[in-house]
């Protein structure tokens, strides 16, 4: 589905009149409760409403991912009613039980984490990653938080890594039939567009062959660059529209420094090949 738009990122524009405290206070708010909350733990914003669970609420290293999407909606929707702790104590209760004990369990929700330039990767030095103008990670993807996936782990499921990447592919395949594409028109003109997708990493749809393919046709063009400035940010321009390249500029400054950065270089994409600019 292609809609049509300016330049703005949709979840900038989520309704919040009726709220008490804007999107910012809100997160700053659920961080502050669950380090109250849970006083062993370890908790830092790692984007928009994304917090990174950095240590267990019984202290042990973690690698998982909380979301405050459904969180910072239902907020908006019922104002001080919203019971904040009885929330966050639901999703970080589920932090401490362990993987799926076997590969059949897991396999429907593993996908593909980029990590290029990600300061948390550093907390999980036996993460498995693979290049792609940086690197490329997995994660167990939840409704509501996520779990990086390491060597160890795939060893105690018997699993080639070979078959994790191929799962992972194929679930980012099936998500990305539920994405919408968000033309940046200029004068009736597509000049680029960006992907919405709730509750999954956007950044990782560019390895799918669907995307360039779908991003060639509607660009009009063989080459493009792609823009990952966070995980939660994915644009597309043709690689020789130097005129948008210098419109984006700032926003990929602000989407930079907005959440835990991936890359501040563009990904070229030509004829499914990828290159990071130099």
Avoid at 231 to 242: K, N
Wanted: glycine letters at 4%.
């Amino acid at each position: 589905m292609i809609r049509h738009g300016r330049f703005f990122r949709v979840e900038e524009f989520i309704d919040a009149r009726q709220a008490l405290m804007t999107r910012e206070e809100f997160e700053s708010i659920a961080l502050h409760r669950l380090q109250t909350l849970y006083p062993r733990a370890r908790f830092l914003k790692a984007g928009q409403l994304e917090i990174a669970i950095l240590r267990t609420p019984s202290g042990r290293p973690s690698a998982h991912r909380l979301r405050l999407a459904r969180a910072w909606a239902a907020f908006c929707q019922h104002g001080e009613r919203f019971d904040l702790d009885g929330y966050l104590s639901r999703v970080v209760g589920t932090v401490e039980h362990k993987l799926p004990a076997d590969w059949a369990a897991a396999r429907a929700t593993i996908l593909p984490k980029l990590a290029l330039a990600d300061p948390l990767s550093k907390q999980s030095p036996d993460a498995l990653f693979y290049p792609l103008a940086g690197e490329l990670g997995y994660t167990l993807c939840g409704e509501n938080a996520e779990l990086n996936i390491n060597r160890e782990q795939l060893e105690r499921w018997e699993v080639a890594e070979e078959c994790v990447l191929a799962a992972a592919i194929d679930n980012l395949q099936k998500i990305w039939q539920r994405a919408s594409i968000v033309a940046w028109t200029v004068q009736d003109h597509v000049r680029a567009f960006h992907i919405e997708l709730r509750h999954v990493q956007k950044a990782s749809l560019i390895l799918l062959p669907q995307f360039y393919e779908q991003a060639a046709e509607i660009l009009g063009c063989e080459a493009l660059w792609a823009a990952v400035p966070n995980r939660q940010f994915l644009v597309a321009f043709a690689a020789d529209d130097q005129d948008f390249r210098q419109t984006l500029e700032p926003i990929l400054r602000k989407e930079w420094d907005g959440g835990v950065p991936l890359t501040r270089s563009l990904i070229r994409i030509e004829d499914g090949e990828f290159s990071l600019e130099d």
